[in-house]
């Protein structure tokens, strides 16, 4: 048999010219930046004063009212008090479009009411725009699998941090209205317990959870509490009430300017004229 002739080998390809070396960035140093807003979160039970303590904030304060709470406090409020309610807002796009309009140059705080209620509006917002792997709608979380619908919502509330970052560096300050909930602490070095947090979606694992990236954002993460006596395993109070900045056993929070838990008193604005210093 006739052997099949061999194919030429091809040219041999030009060598790349090796690009030319980037001149390296220069770094510039500037001042500290001042005039930014403080970045709150603020929580607790029900009926303790979340909603009218954030009215005496510095004023004109703009409020999305997700709650529907300023109705029925509005005959309460002290005279003076400068809110402004955002009208309209009943979605989470209708939040986000809202940020991103024009109108809030005399605004000096911007409270949430309640990033509870936000939160639920991100996920009705993703089970509406956010399909399943394999294309179909699903109805609840639960459906997208494993862990993937935390994600999913996760991705949706974040871009909301930002967008409040672009009002705290125009010099607004930021107000996230919590609801409360207890959670379980793992302790490392001994038993775990339980402590109010911020009710705000944080599965067990900690991945994508927006309670936890929440409060890493935050400046203050301000927890009132009613003021409590347990004996013989009976609770006795007064009503009265305490703010707590700074982390405790039985609540999550943090402070960048205030150290110690301090009285809430009703219509007293001595909490922000404490907190939001430079």
Same mark, same amino acid.
């Given at each position: ?6 194919? *030429?080998?091809? *040219? ?149 941090? %930002?967008?409040? /970052? ?65 004996? /013989?395993?009976? %609770? ?32 007293? *604005? ?9």
């Amino acid at each position: 048999m006739t052997a099949a002739p061999t194919r *030429p080998a091809p *040219p041999p390809r030009p060598l790349a010219r090796p690009s030319a070396p980037r001149p390296p960035a220069t770094v510039t140093f500037g001042a500290i930046p001042q005039g930014a807003g403080h970045r709150v979160v603020l929580y607790g039970p029900g009926g303790s004063g979340k909603t009218t303590a954030a009215t005496l904030a510095p004023g004109p304060v703009a409020f999305f009212d997700l709650d529907d709470s300023l109705p029925r406090l509005r005959n309460q409020l002290p005279d003076g008090v400068d809110v402004r309610v955002v009208d309209g807002i009943t979605s989470w796009s209708g939040i986000r479009a809202a940020l991103h309009g024009d109108g809030w140059d005399d605004v000096r705080t911007l409270v949430i009411d309640s990033a509870t209620r936000a939160e639920e509006l991100a996920v009705e917002h993703t089970l509406a725009t956010v399909p399943h792997d394999k294309g179909h709608r699903v109805q609840r979380l639960e459906d997208y699998g494993y862990g993937k619908g935390f994600t999913h919502v996760y991705d949706v509330f974040l871009p909301l941090l %930002g967008d409040l /970052d672009q009002h705290a560096r125009a010099g607004r300050h930021i107000i996230l209205i919590c609801h409360d909930c207890t959670a379980n602490v793992p302790n490392p070095t001994g038993e775990d317990w339980i402590r109010y947090e911020p009710r705000l979606l944080s599965p067990a694992s900690g991945k994508a959870s927006i309670r936890l990236r929440t409060r890493e954002w935050a400046d203050h993460v301000l927890f009132i509490g009613y003021d409590v006596n347990v004996k /013989d395993r009976k %609770g006795t109070g007064s009503g009265t009430r305490t703010v707590y900045p700074c982390e405790l056993p039985h609540c999550m929070a943090k402070s960048r300017t205030l150290a110690e838990p301090m009285p809430l008193e009703r219509h007293d *604005p001595t909490l922000w004229t404490r907190l939001l210093t430079e």
